[in-house]
């Protein structure tokens, strides 16, 4: 299994952006096979799908919510997978945690996620 690591959170005020990156440690992604998921849980909520990339075949999916506004894509190398937040609003604060598995996509549920890394932390305030 993958062990994935999440950077780029940070405190931005409302209307600003932030761009989170996903890469592999210890290993390298495999886009070819898995899907990579965006999740994540705000304080005292469950953990939510965000967005996910499929790259076979290509396809992107997003929640509601951050449709628009959101965007997932691989970096070039496809070594990593960026999550660029635009417009970013208050309820989007949470720690936010990328995943990857085969199919993820099908069904962006954290219930099939085999596994978690430590997050990064957004924060949306004045």
């Known amino acids: 299994q993958v062990h994935l690591v999440e950077s780029g959170g940070g405190l931005v005020q409302p209307g600003g952006s932030l761009r989170l990156s ?66 970013l609003k208050p309820e989007d604060t949470g720690t936010y945690y990328c995943a990857a598995d085969h199919e993820l996509c099908v069904l962006v549920d954290p219930a099939f996620v085999p596994s978690w890394g430590q997050g990064t932390q957004v924060t949306v305030s004045v």
């Open 22 to 87: 996903c890469s592999a440690s210890g290993s390298t992604l495999d886009l070819d096979w898995d899907d990579i998921g965006w999740f994540r849980q705000a304080p005292g909520k469950e953990r939510e799908g965000v967005s996910c990339l499929s790259t076979t075949p290509g396809r992107t999916w997003y929640a509601d919510s951050v449709k628009g506004r959101f965007n997932i894509s691989a970096g070039n190398a496809k070594d990593t997978v960026f999550l660029q937040m635009d417009s």
